[in-house]
């Protein structure tokens, strides 16, 4: 079974920048679509920007021009460049896969921006 780690939050101020990291064991993340998703408080998960496994990207409105989502398959890691925060960003992110049979959910990781 896949487990996935995310690491790279913290607090930041409004303008400031993150990156995020998703490391994830097992031979076949190479193959598999994988996504950021985040959760606002009081709010349900919601996606944020996939990655193909050749590299092709999409993002949800809110976020276009500001993160960037890559991958590194030898290193079985996705990121997430996350600039020009805003307080609106705030949540907790996480990663799996973007296929529709989901991978066990990691911890997350922590994202506030203070205004």
């Known amino acids: 079974q896949v487990q996935l780690v995310e690491s790279g939050g913290g607090l930041v101020q409004a303008g400031g920048s993150l990156r995020l990291s998703c490391a994830a064991s097992?031979?076949?993340?190479?193959?598999?679509?994988m996504a950021w998703y985040r959760q606002l408080p009081g709010k349900q998960r919601e996606l944020v920007a996939t990655i193909t496994s050749g590299g092709s990207t999409n993002y949800v409105d809110s976020i276009k021009g500001r993160f960037t989502i890559s991958r590194d398959n030898a290193k079985n890691t996705v990121f997430l460049q996350m600039n020009s925060l805003k307080p609106e960003d705030t949540a907790v992110y996480y990663c799996?896969?973007?296929?529709?049979?989901?991978?066990?959910w990691g911890q997350g990781t922590q994202v506030t921006v203070s205004s």
């Open positions: 097992g031979s076949v993340f190479s193959l598999k679509p």
């Open positions: 799996n896969t973007a296929a529709f049979q989901k991978y066990n």
